[in-house]
């Protein structure tokens, strides 16, 4: 009963849907009573020979009177019932999923995606079902099982009553206990069937991978094991609810022949009527839902606390970047890096030293370094992914951690080196950020990403269903796609992290152009491992195991014939290689 205290803020606020829930609920158990008196009635006349239009006429009209309530007022209940879980079902989705959106890096670090999906599935449907089906089981219990054994006790006969309702008790304990064995079994085949549904996902998505590095053999093993697992998991399911429903049929077998062997001493004694026995019986029948339903009930419930436990306990966890409510001011002037040290949360060493810089607005930043130095990190820091480092950055003298981080993170336009395409038009993936920016607006950033005229050519132009269900563009369309994306909106920081390692350098070069004439008085950080994105830099950062190694512009750093001017050397001698193969094929 503790889910109910817990839930007494939502109790409190649906408290007139579920007490008119339990009023049709009263109505409908206490019209429930009126067919077995009639029907006992009417084997009364039966039996004294007294059947006749004047005496059937009464029973028939009750009878109606007391179907066509119950209609109605189960078409109450279960409006009033199901409708308010259904709205406890929609607050905690809601909540559940505004907590995610607010949450960071580390907490999607900590839970992973698959969890957190089964905490917004499994875990609030649990919920919803002690605030429907739980309350409907209890109030159930309470009022039919209350209001009939008090109908058999009071008009038939307390002992046989007795007698009839002990072994239902049976009902309720099996209910519990090989119910909550059954629900944890067919659970755990639904967790192996989703084990065995990621499996397929991620070998059909894989499947090229598998097949060139001949893998596919054992990753077919691996699948055979998890079918075998699944089979196992269903066969024991399977097989503790074909105990149920034999266990129930024998406990109600045993209510019902003590009933009539008890009952027919009765009626051959003269204490009771046959008419009397016959209502008795009748009422039995109607006992034994709630009987289960109370055994369901305790089952649910206890599943319900858990499941409640598990998304309160998630969504009492905060944010790791300090969301102090900042200032609402949109970040725009000179950015300043005056970063000490940095440690990811579950690393054993610092991930960044020592990283100093500033970018005077309409400048560009370049970060370069060999694969793992540092580059991505930097920029995680800029998005406020982590706000635990020693040091400070500051755009416009105030550190970034001031800054209410709905009014600091739109202002930052952000490409990564995966970027995602959301399953819809073309169109509507660039304007993502705004759905009423104009078509004008969203072909002009496209020809900024140097896309509009890939766009042209795909088969319903701006309108083309890219995404998972649509089709797929290449990884530089994908790129641009990402860039076009940033750029309408605008932003006083864009941030390109490798984000055009998939274009060709004479596409690289006319979208930096672009960059460098469009964002005049705007702050460009561009992180990558060509290094000709950089060259326009104002000042490039040479990352070498979280620290900076070298630093300046183009000219400088070649100067100093370190890593950056070897680098850039070879790639340029990459790329008049390829150029060549390419011209003489
Ligand atoms: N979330 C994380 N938790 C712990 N360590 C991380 C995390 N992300 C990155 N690292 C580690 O931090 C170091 C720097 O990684 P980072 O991604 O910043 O490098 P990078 O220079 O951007 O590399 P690349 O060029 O491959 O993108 C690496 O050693 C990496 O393994």
Redesign the pocket.
Known sequence: MRLFFRLKWFIRLEWRSYLLGILALLGVAMLGLIPPIMIGRFANLISERALSGATLGPIIVWIAIATVGQYLLRFGWSYFIWGTSARLERLMRLRLLNHYLEMD?PFF?KHRTGDLLAHATNDINQLQRVAGNGVLQLFDALITGVSVVAAMAVVVNPLLTIMAVVPLLGITLVAQLLGGSISAAFSAVQDMFSQLNNKTQESLMGIKVLKTVGEAAEDTADFQTKINDSIRATRHAERLDSLFNPAITILTGISFVGTIIYGGYLVQTGALSIGSLITFVTYLSALVWPFLGLGFFFNNLQRGNAAYERITTLLAEQPATLDKKGLKQVPRGDLQIDLTTFQ????TEA??QNVHATVQAGNTLG?V????????????LLLREFDQYAGSIKINQIDIRDYDKDTYLPAIGYVP?DNFLFSTSVLENIRFADPNISLERVQEAARWAALHDDIMNLPDGYDTQVGEQGISLSGGQRQRLAIARALIINPDILIL??ALSAVDAKTEQQILTMLHNQRQDKTTII?T?RLSAVVQAAETLV?EH?RVEARGTHSDLIQEDGWYARMFAAQQLSEKLDQEVTTHG
Not at 344 to 347: C, M, N
């Open positions: 890096k670090q990811y949360p579950d690393a991930t960044l970060l370094g060999p694969v793992g130095s540092g580059k991505s990190t930097l920029i995680q080196q992290d490798d992180a491992h990352f979280g």
